[in-house]
């Protein structure tokens, strides 16, 4: 039996972002096992808060997952999007909205494509996306630049409006349970706060 190209190459890090803003505390945990059960998750950052950016909007719960994958850009966005309507209960308005489930295509191995979105610019963007990153994915470099990850959230973290919530079993926790969180936990030794990051 033959195998092609694809089948024999090794599995590549993808990093993915998944935030809800409906019913987080049940989407985000059913979007992520979904991943899980369509990928080979290897690591899953804590669960932040975020509010929305771009409308108004409740507060987002975001995570950033890295999984291993063969498969191309293209069949990753394919599954992401299957993913995503599966849990939408109905229409969404325009890039921002509300949203049971969001997965956005991150970081795909080293690659850079400006067609694709590769790597995404909400990397850098947004706090929601660049803080867990750091979190499971410090030493990553960036495709674009080069530089760690845990360098650019060092230079980011200063006045960013995200609240460690905890891992997602913690989720059934109420919205104001978050305690006071120690940076120290994120790394590149980006300091103490309490709360708000």
């Known amino acids: 039996m033959f195998c092609s190209v694809n089948e024999m190459a090794a599995p590549i890090a993808v990093y993915v972002g998944v935030g809800s803003n409906?019913?987080?505390e049940l989407e985000l945990p059913a979007g992520v096992a979904a991943l899980q059960q369509t990928f080979d998750v290897t690591r899953l950052s804590s669960v932040y808060r975020s509010p929305a950016f771009g409308f108004?909007?409740?507060?987002?719960?975001n995570v950033v997952i890295e999984l291993r994958t063969q498969l191309d850009a293209d069949a990753v966005e394919a599954q992401l999007d299957?993913?995503?309507n599966a849990r939408r209960r109905?229409?969404?308005a325009g890039r921002f909205a509300p949203r049971e489930l969001d997965c956005d295509l991150l970081i795909y191995a080293q690659?850079?494509?400006?067609a694709r979105h590769l790597p995404r610019d909400d990397v850098l963007r947004y706090p929601f996306v660049l803080g867990p990153l750091a979190e499971i994915a410090p030493q990553l470099r960036h495709p674009l630049d080069g530089r760690?990850?845990?360098?650019?959230?060092?230079a980011r973290s200063a006045g960013a409006r995200l609240l460690r919530i905890g891992s997602l079993?913690?989720?059934?926790l109420p919205a104001d349970a978050a305690a006071a969180v120690d940076r120290d936990d994120l790394p590149g030794n980006v300091g103490r706060?309490?709360?708000e990051i």
């Not at 108004?56 to 719960?61: H, K």
């Not at 690659?111 to 400006?114: F, I, L």
């Not at 760690?148 to 060092?154: D, E, F, G, L, S």
């Not at 079993?169 to 059934?172: A, K, R, S």
């Open 22 to 24: 409906v019913a987080p």
């Open 56 to 61: 108004d909007g409740d507060d987002f719960l």
């Open 82 to 84: 299957a993913i995503e």
């Open 90 to 92: 109905g229409r969404r």
């Open 111 to 114: 690659q850079v494509d400006a």
């Open 148 to 154: 760690p990850i845990a360098r650019h959230w060092r």
């Open 169 to 172: 079993e913690q989720l059934q």
């Open 193 to 195: 706060i309490t709360g």
